[in-house]
């Protein structure tokens, strides 16, 4: 139980283009999901936080115009990187919680993503 | 400020030696410490979560422990297989984690 799928796996796109990546949880709601960025050799980095049906809540100095965040099921958040530069390129890696007195936070497998 | 401290940075293990990683915390209002390992070039998969002092919890060759200021991971006659990355994390009064930066664990055949 508690699996989270993330897709795409890996995408490379253009400087300027945006790009949307995909968080599911497949076996449980999700009323709260969460997108981190991890750098190579860091630690994660929380990005933001959103509750389903909810506007995301973003951690200070991400962006909100850049990384769009729609959580619009139980099962369903997306992070789209709009105008994607270099320096965004990063792995993203979503976590899902359950409903109330759920404290995990299970993880998808994560999306590698390369701006050219 | 809350904080979670990991060590050693790193580790290197013969198989079948056992140790122990520490995981330092001061998070106010502590909900629940985490422990979850990370392979290169994947999410975090959940391993454990204690909730208080004198907690332990086991799965296969790994126990978790917990006190009022740290948690230990136990690795019991480790193998190559269990070489990863092993994050620790505090969830606060929120419900948000409070990450440590991991121990890379290497076990050498």
């Known amino acids: 139980g508690a699996v989270v799928s993330q897709h795409p796996s890996r995408v490379i796109c253009k400087s300027g283009t945006s790009v949307k990546i995909e968080c599911r949880s497949l076996?449980?709601?999700?009323?709260?999901m969460f997108w981190y960025r991890q750098f190579p050799k860091q630690s994660l980095m929380l990005m933001a936080t959103?509750?389903?049906?909810?506007?995301?809540?973003?951690e200070q100095g991400v962006e909100k115009d850049k990384f769009l965040i729609n959580h619009a099921s139980l099962t369903l958040s997306t992070l789209t990187v709009t105008s994607a530069h270099p320096e965004d390129s990063s792995f993203y890696i979503c976590?899902?919680?359950?409903?109330?007195?759920?404290?995990?936070?299970?993880f998808g497998p994560g999306t590698r993503l390369t701006v050219l | 400020e809350d904080q979670v401290t990991q060590s050693p940075e790193a580790l290197r293990l013969q198989e079948g030696e056992s140790s122990s990683l520490n995981c330092s915390y001061t998070?106010?209002?502590?909900?629940?410490l985490f422990w979850y390992r990370q392979d290169p070039g994947k999410g975090p998969e959940f391993l454990f979560t204690l909730y208080s002092a004198g907690e332990e919890k086991e799965k296969e060759r790994l126990k978790a422990t917990l006190t009022k200021k740290e948690s230990f991971l136990h690795i019991t006659a480790p193998k190559p297989e269990d070489s990863a990355t092993y994050l620790c994390a505090g969830g606060d009064s929120n419900y948000q984690l409070i990450w440590g930066a991991g121990t890379k664990l290497i076990i050498k055949p």
């Open positions: 998070v106010s209002g502590l909900r629940g």
């Open positions: 076996d449980f709601q999700a009323t709260t």
């Open positions: 976590s899902a919680r359950g409903g109330a007195g759920t404290d995990t936070q299970y």
């Open positions: 959103s509750n389903e049906g909810s506007k995301a809540t973003y």
